[in-house]
């Protein structure tokens, strides 16, 4: 897996495509270094219906709470167990071992409308320098 | 000896703590023994040492009572003590709620008087007193929504709007409630964001819940627009008012088209916030809202009161007639301050807010800079850039001897720190803050490390609160 060929939503989710329908959901580095230190995560059960921009989980962080939104339509196929018993996987391996969900796509189209890594590079130094203003 | 013990550490067998009179009763035979709980492993300490261990835990507490508290969204003001003397006197700290009403009359005179007067600072028509925190009085606020629209036959309304700087009770009451959510943006002014609100704002919405003046401190200065605007397409507009202390007797939530609105007596009617309570949410209603009021009100006539239930109540939201004693409260604030002397009180809060702003705005980012109401948010962000977070002034104030303000809320401000000074604060006490702030500032700039290690002085450094979030120890247990 290599972040660079994931795809990005502005709310700073990735997807990693397996095959063409297939793929891991997780959360960007901006987003876990922005909430802080990770303890819980609500995750959508297997078999979940998802849909491209709605809600599909939650993540607490000693900061606050915040919702996961869904980066493309599909059904929950299994999610990361492990990330569930260690939250705190999404801090240290964000791009990896912190992986959230697998989906099956039902509409891969929608990939094309996400950020290639390179666009979504761009977007986060634009955030931090509009942050450091 | 430190404070790092507790009195199972100090039992041994045999210390006593108490001597107990000749027994002057025949001795009973005690139940089979199965029938008999385990003994209760209670520690064995003599009266001194009792006396010492709660005398040194005392000293650690924090409280107004200290030092200054600006907590903000708490209103942690000083509250008169003589006001615990009123909610202490016999006849209202000695009756029975079941008492016949003829014996009550007293207390009932009071509840009665102070239904009245928050109507009248609120500029609504009705008042239930029963809710007992701010959170249960939006709950109680909402069922009213719901009760409203469904007596109207109106079932499509699933859906309370609330703004993104919302209090985090605002959507769990709704959700509580059985509401979806939806949740309406505030503009780069702090405002709500007009043209989003009417995008979102239809036949699906029972109530948008707007808090005055805003978590941010700020007053919305469309209020009027944003009331037209719900009312014309149906749905009713319901405030947070737990940040009245900003403008009692100034403004009024009727005035400004708010259909109901939840007060919260513990904050900015004289009894002590925090501690989990006793808190008063008392719901403060328009005349559309009040024959569906939580049960029981008091009605008054030629000097005699009643309780009694609204035609088509709610029902009863909590035991009896809600958190008396807060009541009592709240009630010799208003009578001992008077009209006049709740302007002043709001007044001076709002005056310390702006004057801690103007002070600090220097020293701290202000993301909004606009005049604001009883507390000031600013953002941490010029500190991150120096890589220092908020969470680490707030804990290198602690070492000032100062209780920080408010952090990370509301959330839509980056590295939030939140101040609340109210009105019971002196300008000295004010320019200690802004010296230890502009101290701590200019640490940042030369000697991260030690607000990175902060808090120095306490009884305890640094609390590990991911390692308590993730692996909560819930339960204590003696050691053997
Ligand atoms: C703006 C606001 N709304 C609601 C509440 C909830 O009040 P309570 O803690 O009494 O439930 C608070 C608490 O301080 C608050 O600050």
Same mark, same amino acid.
């Given at each position: 897996?290599?972040?660079?060929?994931?795809?990005?939503?502005?709310?700073?989710?990735?997807?990693?495509?397996?095959?063409?329908?297939?793929?891991? *959901?997780?959360?960007?580095?901006?987003?876990?270094?922005?909430?802080?230190?990770?303890?819980?995560?609500?995750?959508?059960?297997?078999?979940?219906?998802?849909?491209?921009? /709605?809600?599909?989980?939650?993540?607490?962080? !000693?900061?606050?709470?915040?919702?996961?939104?869904?980066?493309?339509?599909?059904?929950?196929?299994?999610?990361?167990?492990?990330?569930?018993?260690?939250?705190?996987?999404?801090?240290?391996?964000?791009?990896?071992?912190?992986?959230?969900?697998?989906?099956?796509?039902?509409?891969?189209?929608?990939?094309?409308?996400?950020?290639?890594?390179?666009?979504?590079?761009?977007?986060? #130094?634009?955030?931090?320098?509009?942050?450091?203003? | 000896?430190?404070?790092?013990?507790?009195?199972?550490?100090?039992?041994?067998?045999? /210390?006593?703590?108490?001597?107990?009179?000749?027994?002057?009763?025949?001795?009973?035979?005690?139940?089979?023994?199965?029938?008999?709980?385990?003994?209760?492993?209670?520690?064995?300490?003599?009266?001194?040492?009792?006396?010492?261990?709660?005398?040194?835990?005392?000293?650690?507490?924090?409280?107004?009572?200290? %030092?200054?508290?600006?907590?903000?969204?708490?209103?942690?003001?000083?509250?008169?003590?003589?006001?615990?003397?009123?909610?202490?006197?016999?006849?209202?700290?000695?009756?029975?709620?079941?008492?016949?009403?003829?014996? *009550?009359?007293?207390?009932?005179?009071?509840?009665?008087?102070?239904?009245?007067?928050?109507?009248?600072?609120? %500029?609504?028509?009705?008042?239930?007193?029963?809710?007992?925190?701010?959170? $249960?009085?939006?709950?109680?606020?909402?069922?009213?929504?719901?009760?409203?629209?469904?007596?109207?036959?109106?079932?499509?309304?699933?859906?309370?709007?609330?703004?993104?700087?919302?209090?985090?009770?605002?959507?769990?009451?709704?959700?509580?409630? %059985?509401?979806?959510?939806? !949740? !309406?943006?505030?503009?780069?002014? %702090?405002?709500?964001?007009?043209?989003?609100?009417?995008?979102?704002?239809?036949?699906?919405?029972?109530?948008?819940?707007?808090?005055?003046?805003?978590?941010?401190?700020?007053?919305?200065?469309?209020?009027?627009?944003?009331?037209?605007?719900?009312?014309?397409?149906?749905?009713?507009?319901?405030?947070?008012?737990?940040?009245?202390?900003?403008?009692?007797?100034?403004?009024?939530?009727?005035?400004?088209?708010?259909?109901?609105?939840?007060?919260?007596?513990?904050?900015?009617? @004289?009894?002590? $916030?925090?501690?989990? +309570?006793?808190?008063?949410?008392?719901?403060?209603?328009?005349?559309?809202?009040?024959?569906?009021?939580?049960?029981?009100?008091?009605?008054?006539?030629? +000097?005699?009161?009643?309780?009694?239930?609204?035609?088509?109540?709610?029902?009863?939201?909590?035991?009896?007639?809600?958190?008396?004693?807060?009541?009592?409260?709240?009630?010799?604030?208003?009578?001992?301050?008077?009209?006049?002397?709740?302007?002043?009180? @709001?007044?001076?809060? #709002?005056?310390?807010?702006?004057?801690?702003?103007?002070?600090?705005?220097?020293?701290?980012?202000?993301?909004?800079?606009?005049?604001?109401?009883?507390?000031?948010?600013?953002?941490?962000?010029?500190?991150?850039?120096?890589? !220092?977070?908020?969470?680490?002034?707030?804990?290198?104030?602690?070492?000032?001897?100062?209780?920080?303000?408010?952090?990370?809320?509301?959330?839509?401000?980056?590295?939030?720190?939140?101040?609340?000074?109210?009105?019971?604060?002196?300008?000295?006490?004010?320019?200690?803050?802004?010296?230890?702030?502009?101290?701590?500032?200019?640490?940042?700039?030369?000697?991260?490390?030690?607000? $990175?290690?902060?808090?120095?002085?306490?009884?305890?450094?640094?609390?590990?609160?991911?390692?308590?979030?993730?692996?909560?120890?819930?339960?204590?247990?003696?050691?053997?």
């Amino acid at each position: 897996m290599n972040p660079k060929e994931y795809k990005y939503t502005q709310e700073h989710e990735w997807i990693c495509t397996e095959s063409r329908n297939k793929g891991k *959901v997780g959360l960007a580095d901006y987003a876990q270094l922005q909430l802080g230190d990770i303890v819980f995560l609500d995750l959508p059960a297997p078999g979940t219906q998802v849909e491209h921009g /709605k809600k599909m989980g939650e993540v607490e962080s !000693v900061k606050a709470v915040s919702d996961i939104f869904a980066p493309v339509s599909g059904r929950v196929l299994e999610i990361n167990q492990t990330v569930v018993d260690e939250p705190g996987l999404v801090n240290k391996d964000p791009y990896g071992a912190g992986w959230l969900v697998r989906l099956e796509l039902s509409k891969p189209a929608e990939l094309d409308a996400l950020m290639d890594s390179e666009k979504y590079d761009k977007f986060v #130094v634009q955030l931090s320098e509009e942050e450091s203003e | 000896m430190s404070h790092h013990y507790l009195l199972p550490d100090i039992s041994q067998p045999g /210390k006593i703590g108490c001597s107990l009179p000749a027994l002057d009763v025949p001795p009973a035979e005690l139940p089979p023994r199965e029938l008999l709980r385990q003994e209760l492993e209670l520690p064995e300490v003599s009266e001194v040492e009792l006396v010492r261990y709660f005398t040194a835990l005392s000293k650690l507490n924090y409280g107004v009572d200290t %030092g200054f508290y600006p907590l903000g969204s708490c209103t942690m003001k000083y509250n008169p003590k003589w006001h615990e003397d009123i909610a202490r006197l016999a006849g209202f700290a000695s009756i029975h709620p079941l008492q016949p009403e003829e014996s *009550v009359q007293g207390a009932l005179q009071l509840m009665f008087e102070l239904q009245e007067y928050l109507a009248e600072i609120t %500029g609504m028509d009705a008042t239930s007193l029963v809710p007992i925190a701010g959170a $249960h009085g939006e709950f109680a606020g909402l069922l009213l929504v719901r009760a409203y629209h469904q007596h109207r036959g109106d079932r499509v309304r699933k859906k309370i709007l609330l703004t993104d700087s919302s209090h985090g009770t605002n959507p769990a009451s709704a959700v509580m409630c %059985g509401f979806e959510i939806d !949740v !309406v943006a505030s503009d780069s002014e %702090g405002n709500v964001d007009m043209k989003n609100l009417e995008s979102m704002m239809n036949d699906e919405v029972a109530a948008l819940t707007l808090t005055m003046p805003t978590t941010l401190g700020l007053f919305d200065p469309q209020i009027l627009e944003i009331s037209r605007l719900v009312h014309e397409r149906g749905g009713l507009l319901g405030a947070d008012g737990a940040n009245l202390n900003a403008f009692l007797g100034r403004v009024k939530f009727g005035e400004l088209g708010y259909d109901y609105v939840q007060l919260n007596l513990h904050k900015s009617f @004289s009894t002590p $916030h925090g501690g989990g +309570g006793p808190g008063s949410g008392p719901v403060c209603v328009k005349e559309n809202l009040s024959d569906f009021l939580p049960s029981p009100l008091v009605t008054g006539s030629n +000097g005699t009161y009643k309780l009694m239930s609204p035609a088509k109540s709610i029902g009863r939201v909590a035991s009896f007639y809600g958190n008396f004693s807060v009541m009592c409260k709240a009630y010799a604030y208003i009578r001992s301050l008077g009209a006049e002397g709740l302007k002043e009180a @709001s007044e001076n809060a #709002v005056l310390n807010a702006n004057y801690l702003k103007e002070k600090l705005k220097p020293y701290y980012h202000l993301p909004y800079d606009r005049t604001c109401m009883h507390e000031v948010v600013f953002s941490g962000r010029w500190q991150k850039a120096k890589g !220092v977070h908020t969470v680490d002034i707030a804990k290198r104030l602690l070492d000032y001897g100062l209780h920080p303000p408010t952090v990370y809320f509301p959330l839509i401000v980056d590295e939030a720190l939140m101040i609340e000074p109210t009105e019971t604060e002196s300008k000295q006490t004010l320019d200690a803050f802004v010296e230890a702030m502009k101290e701590i500032a200019r640490e940042v700039e030369e000697n991260p490390e030690i607000l $990175h290690t902060a808090p120095h002085n306490t009884p305890v450094r640094r609390l590990d609160d991911v390692r308590a979030a993730r692996n909560p120890d819930l339960r204590w247990q003696m050691r053997s």
